[in-house]
């Protein structure tokens, strides 16, 4: 059975950073491309960062190219969001997931970012 654990968030003022963890169990992580969402209160879940299966691709969105960087460690079937120079619009709750089990609405218990002004 899938489990996505998702730890790091807090609170932090606009500036800060914050590295997200995302712990993955019960698939063949290493094969799976992997991405970080967010959802802020009232809207609609959307994407932040993907990264390929071997870790070589990354692709972001626009909202955070340049600010956040995604990486990941297969040995330890763990993927990572760094986030630097955080913004208040950065708020949300942060999930990781692979495709596969986005398709079938599983996902992981998130982890709240909050960014102060």
């Known amino acids: 059975q899938a489990q996505l654990v998702e730890s790091g968030g807090g609170l932090v003022q606009a500036g800060g950073s914050l590295r997200l963890s995302c712990a993955a169990s019960?698939?063949?992580?290493?094969?799976?491309?992997m991405k970080w969402y967010r959802q802020a209160p009232g809207k609609e879940r959307e994407l932040v960062a993907t990264i390929s299966s071997t870790g070589g691709v990354t692709n972001y969105a626009e909202s955070v190219k340049g600010r956040f960087t995604m990486a990941r460690d297969n040995a330890k079937n763990t993927v990572y969001l760094q986030m630097n120079n955080l913004k208040p619009e950065d708020t949300a709750v942060y999930y990781c997931n692979a495709d596969v089990y986005v398709r079938v609405g599983f996902w992981g218990q998130g982890t709240q970012v909050t960014v102060s002004s």
């Open positions: 019960g698939f063949t992580f290493s094969i799976n491309a």
